[in-house]
């Protein structure tokens, strides 16, 4: 029998510098940049300093690895925690479509924190890195569309995503890796639920599926064993986890010649990835049609089941990050201001206009946009205007999907946005920062990041 786990571990371990095509090289450099930038400007909310404060209270406050947070260094697993949660905070981060996975947060720090301790060099980091999305996003395809209606694909499959960036940085051979990827399986986890409540969960998957990968990693290293079918095994993640629509093949599907990196999104607007299709067709509508909030008497997203999944249980926030969660708010934001993002955001919560269009925006089940999902994700709206007029907008690639990407340009402005929000890094620490991940495969050993 064909033992898949055996040839995603062994693409993993095997995988060498030279082996990663140009564009993909320079791609992930892209998707880097815009992650850290993303750590930066969460790296003030609540739930990551409360993550922080644990780490400064158990672990080393010196060490090799930086923890953008905080700005100091300490042990590479908190480091790494720290990192990750603050890269998932703002909404900001990368996702990959079919796989409905965040790869970045769960990737980038962990390998960056290792790299760092052991001084190794931007090319060994790019290729930890291809190695953990590529695994990464795999596993959350192979996991289904049942999987994710309860379980936050990133905190799942993140973990295993963490293992294999950090054991290619080790030097992990096959059977180790596969270790590595079957303890980081047997401690998946990560639920929907807290979206009812506004709970900070969503920080604590990151936090967790970073340093749970980590941590299977070293200890593969070590001679510690893992379940080897962690996946597809008869009481492995699919059999416990999915709905009968797991599929293996997802695991092996073109590796070493389709590469699921060039494949991931940039997050224009910083909200839930499931509001961007319909917050672009509402725009689309806006624009064309000169219209204020005013002039909106209603508008219905017409959505994949995924997003009712996600955003129905949001009915009326109570927080800034849970109103990220509701498709009303960032439709709203939309049409008030044509943009969303992080100072609307802040802005949402106390304005009566936001609140009352909210009530005005309903999602609706469309056979069209579900079918297509999650490969394509597809914007569809219907607006009604005060004056009796129907409007119809939709989008086929929202911005930021590799089909409407950003530039670097674009990418640049996004990091500097993203580096002033809360004071978070200065303009000089910003172009530093950018200009060390464009050299980055040029550079020996990576130091850390942000110092001059």
Wanted: glycine share 8%.
């Amino acid at each position: 029998m064909r033992h898949f786990s055996a040839e995603l571990a062994r693409f993993a371990a095997e995988l060498q510098f030279n082996d990663i095509p140009e564009p993909v090289l320079r791609r992930t450099e892209d998707l880097l940049l815009d992650c850290l930038a993303s750590i930066l400007a969460g790296s003030s909310g609540r739930p990551v300093l409360a993550l922080l404060a644990y780490a400064l209270a158990m672990g080393p406050r010196e060490g090799a690895s930086e923890n953008i947070v905080s700005r100091h260094t300490t042990s590479p697993v908190f480091a790494a925690m720290v990192n990750a949660a603050a890269a998932h905070m703002v909404e900001q981060d990368d996702v990959h479509n079919g796989a409905v996975f965040h790869p970045a947060a769960v990737t980038f720090p962990p390998a960056l924190a290792i790299a760092q301790a052991l001084g190794k060099s931007g090319r060994d980091l790019l290729t930890a890195s291809v190695a953990g999305y590529e695994v990464g996003i795999r596993v959350g395809e192979f996991l289904g569309r049942s999987h994710y209606a309860v379980f936050h694909t990133t905190g799942t499959a993140g973990a295993l995503a963490s293992a294999a960036a950090v054991g290619r940085l080790l030097d992990l051979d096959t059977q180790q890796m596969l270790h590595a990827l079957g303890s980081a399986g047997t401690q998946a986890a990560g639920l929907w639920e807290f979206l009812r409540d506004g709970a900070d969960s969503k920080q604590l998957h990151t936090a967790k599926a970073a340093g749970n990968g980590l941590m299977a990693a070293w200890l593969a290293r070590d001679g510690f064993t893992g379940a080897s079918h962690i996946l597809e095994g008869a009481q492995g993640m699919a059999a416990g986890m999915s709905k009968g629509d797991a599929d293996p093949t997802r695991l092996v599907d073109g590796l070493g010649s389709r590469w699921a990196v060039m494949e991931t999104s940039f997050k224009y607007y910083a909200s839930c990835r499931h509001t961007h299709p319909a917050a672009d067709a509402l725009l689309r509508v806006v624009q064309r049609h000169e219209l204020q909030i005013d002039n909106i008497a209603s508008v219905v997203a017409h959505v994949h089941q995924g997003a009712i999944d996600v955003l129905g249980p949001v009915v009326d926030p109570t927080t800034v990050h849970q109103s990220k969660f509701s498709m009303g708010t960032v439709l709203g934001l939309i049409a008030k201001y044509q943009r969303a993002g992080l100072p609307e955001f802040d802005q949402a919560l106390a304005d009566p206009e936001i609140r009352d269009f909210r009530r005005r925006v309903t999602m609706k089940l469309d056979p069209e946009v579900d079918a297509a999902y999650p490969k394509q994700w597809i914007g569809k709206v219907t607006v009604t205007t005060r004056r009796g007029l129907t409007l119809e907008g939709r989008v086929d690639f929202p911005k930021g999907d590799p089909e409407n990407t950003l530039t670097r340009p674009e990418i640049e402005d996004k990091v500097r946005r993203l580096g002033a929000y809360q004071n978070a890094a200065t303009p000089a620490e910003v172009d530093r920062l950018t200009q060390r991940i464009w050299t980055l495969a040029d550079t020996a050993v990576i130091g850390n990041l942000l110092q001059p």
